[in-house]
C-alpha cells in the first residue's frame, strides 16, 4: 500500500488522549437505501460532541454539518456492499475531530486526488468554489462544492489520507479528518474567524 497525505491529517496528533469518543460502523448500501441516516448519523454526533463539552456550549450546526457532508461523501463514493464506512467522534477540549473512512474504486480515487490536487495548487478555496459552482451540472456529484464550502464557510481544517491497495486490487481506503474549532464559553460562532 502506497499513502498519501493531504491538508491537515492528524492535526491532532492520535496519542492525544480525548475526554470523549464514540465510533459508528456502517454499511455504504444502508445509507444510499435509507439517505436519511447520513442526517440522523450527523445530529447524533453533534449532540454527542455537544454533552460532552461539559458547560460550554458548542455549535451543534457546525458539527453536524461538517459531519453530513463527510458522510453523505462516503455513502456516494463507497463501493457498496463489501466495505464498512467508520465514522470516529473524537472531542478535545474545544476541537472536535471527525474521521470518516471508506474504500473506493481506482476511478474515484484518481478523480478525489486531482480535486485535492486543485486545492493545494489555489492555496485558498474562495475562487476554487465559485469556479466550480459555476461549472456544476445538474447531478454532477463529483464536484467537490460540499468540501470547499466547509473549507471556505467554517472554522474547520480537513486532511485526508488515501492508502492505495497492491496493484492486482482496484482501489484504497480514503479516511478524511475534520477538526472542527468551538469558540471559547460565551462567544459566539463566526465562520469568517479561521483557526
Known amino acids: 500500500m502506497t499513502d498519501r497525505f493531504y491538508g491537515d491529517f492528524d492535526h491532532v496528533p ?18 444510499m437505501t435509507y439517505w436519511r441516516r447520513c442526517g440522523l448519523l450527523a445530529d447524533f454526533g453533534a449532540a454527542f460532541s455537544s454533552y460532552a463539552a461539559a458547560g460550554r ?25 463489501d466495505a464498512a464506512v467508520v465514522i470516529d467522534v ?18 474515484r480515487l484518481d478523480g478525489f486526488e486531482r480535486f485535492l490536487g486543485e486545492i493545494g495548487a489555489r492555496g485558498e478555496v474562495e475562487s476554487l468554489y465559485f469556479d466550480k459552482l459555476g461549472k ?4 454532477d456529484a463529483e464536484s467537490g ?9 467554517y472554522p474547520v481544517k480537513l486532511g ?29 460562532h463566526t465562520p469568517e474567524v479561521t483557526p
Open 136 to 139: 456544476k451540472r445538474d447531478g
Open 14 to 31: 492520535p496519542t492525544i488522549v480525548p475526554e470523549g469518543a464514540v465510533r459508528i460502523v456502517v454499511q455504504p448500501i444502508d445509507l
Open 57 to 81: 456550549s458548542p455549535d451543534e450546526e457546525l458539527v453536524s454539518t461538517v459531519f453530513n457532508e463527510l458522510i453523505e461523501n462516503a455513502a456516494k463514493f463507497s463501493r457498496r456492499r
Open 90 to 107: 473524537k472531542h478535545y477540549h474545544r476541537v472536535i475531530k471527525i474521521e470518516v473512512q471508506n474504500r473506493c474504486d481506482a476511478a
Open 160 to 188: 485526508v489520507k488515501i492508502a492505495r491497495h497492491a496493484a492486482g486490487d482496484q482501489g484504497g481506503d480514503v479516511t478524511v479528518q475534520a477538526f472542527c474549532f468551538l469558540p471559547p464559553s460565551g462567544t459566539p
Open 145 to 153: 462544492i460540499g468540501l470547499l464550502m466547509l473549507l471556505k464557510d
